[in-house]
């Protein structure tokens, strides 16, 4: 016999005191790296899978032994034996599944990035805060993980480099010249404002040095037409596929941050970190740390401790979060964390269109 609907705000469990699971958007991010940590967790059940198309929801569901295909998202939400609804699918959906979810009681786990702009963030943290008592977060990115305990404790508890400020951060990569199609990635229908791993480099900056005051874009869009796959028509591309910020920090300092999807020989995803008593450089392609004091003659190598090496399992954290009560979902942010970043995206996108320097944060 089904449990009773549960009331919105009570993230009451399964009656046999398993948290159910309702997916909504079953790609490869979710089998690959959701579903494997998830498997390890204790007293949790699959319930529901709803995708894009169903052949595909029901190939996720025979692989997972989850008990139900559904063919609309809102039967996931409805669902009387889902406490949390896990969102895989693209940011285009994250909005509308998240509200509704919360709305119904359901815990939310949603797939990075948060929404497509502003507006839709805005909702979603609106409907968090009107159920205090559920839990919501994003998945992190992974970038800058490895090390983030150490730079945390330089910069904060050793102040290694002292008054930060300056910051110089760049990532160049080729994905928008490996192949003429369009990727959702470079739909801005799908996408919104989230432009190649913008927002990725963002939140794992903002941990460490902090958010912005103000920020002046440029997101021009060199390559403007892609072949769509499914039609092999080529489309008018709005996505920007290169992408440079200037502004200054909370904290005073200034900040320089450009990415690139045009680069066939790119160097290493590196920031620099320049303070009034030496520097830091963190490589994110390869998680190592180095840095001088001002009397230091050249950077050195700083090594992990293995006792600050992180590598969390975000699932797990989040599952926690529920039944302790606590909230605390570790490194995936809470949507209130994750609005931040969407925040500066938006305030990017401003500037670039109408050539102006925009302050934080926004009206």
């Not at 997916?23 to 967790?41: C, F, K, S, Y």
């Not at 989230?194 to 040095?209: C, D, K, P, S």
């Amino acid at each position: 016999m089904m449990p009773p609907q549960k009331s919105p705000g009570s993230g009451t469990p399964m009656s046999n005191g398993s948290l159910g699971i309702g997916i909504v958007g079953a790609g490869d991010i979710v089998r690959t790296r959701h579903m494997p940590n998830l498997a390890e967790v204790d007293d949790i059940a699959f319930v529901a899978v709803t995708n894009r198309r169903r052949e595909t929801a029901e190939a996720f569901a025979a692989d997972h032994s989850v008990p139900n295909v559904l063919d609309n998202w809102r039967d996931v939400v409805d669902h009387p034996d889902v406490d949390v609804v896990w969102i895989g699918a693209t940011p285009y959906m994250h909005a509308r599944v998240s509200v509704a979810a919360l709305d119904a009681g359901k815990h939310v786990f949603c797939q990075a990035r948060m929404a497509r702009n502003l507006a839709e963030a805005r909702d979603m943290l609106d409907a968090a805060e009107r159920n205090p008592g559920l839990v919501a977060a994003v998945c992190p990115p992974g970038i800058g993980v490895a090390g983030d305990r150490t730079m945390l404790r330089l910069l904060r508890a050793d102040r290694f480099i002292g008054t930060l400020r300056q910051v110089r951060m760049s990532s160049f990569g080729d994905t928008a010249v490996v192949n003429d199609l369009l990727h959702w990635r470079q739909d801005f229908d799908v996408s919104g404002y989230n432009v190649m791993n913008v927002g990725i480099m963002v939140e794992a900056l903002q941990r460490w040095v902090g958010t912005e005051r103000d920020v002046q874009a440029m997101t021009p869009v060199h390559i403007k037409e892609r072949r769509n796959p499914e039609t092999n028509a080529f489309e008018p591309v709005r996505v920007p596929d290169s992408f440079t910020a200037m502004g200054e920090l909370v904290s005073g300092a200034d900040y320089v941050y450009q990415w690139s999807g045009l680069a066939h020989h790119e160097p290493a995803t590196e920031v620099w970190l320049y303070g009034d008593r030496g520097t830091l450089v963190y490589d994110f392609d390869h998680d190592t740390i180095a840095g001088a004091t001002s009397d230091d003659d050249e950077l050195s190598p700083i090594e992990i401790p293995a006792d600050e090496h992180y590598d969390p399992n975000v699932e797990t954290d989040f599952i926690d979060a529920i039944r302790t009560g606590s909230h605390d979902t570790g490194l995936a942010p809470s949507f209130a964390r994750a609005f931040k970043y969407m925040e500066f995206m938006e305030a990017a996108t401003r500037s670039a269109r109408d050539g102006l320097r925009i302050s934080l944060p926004l009206d």
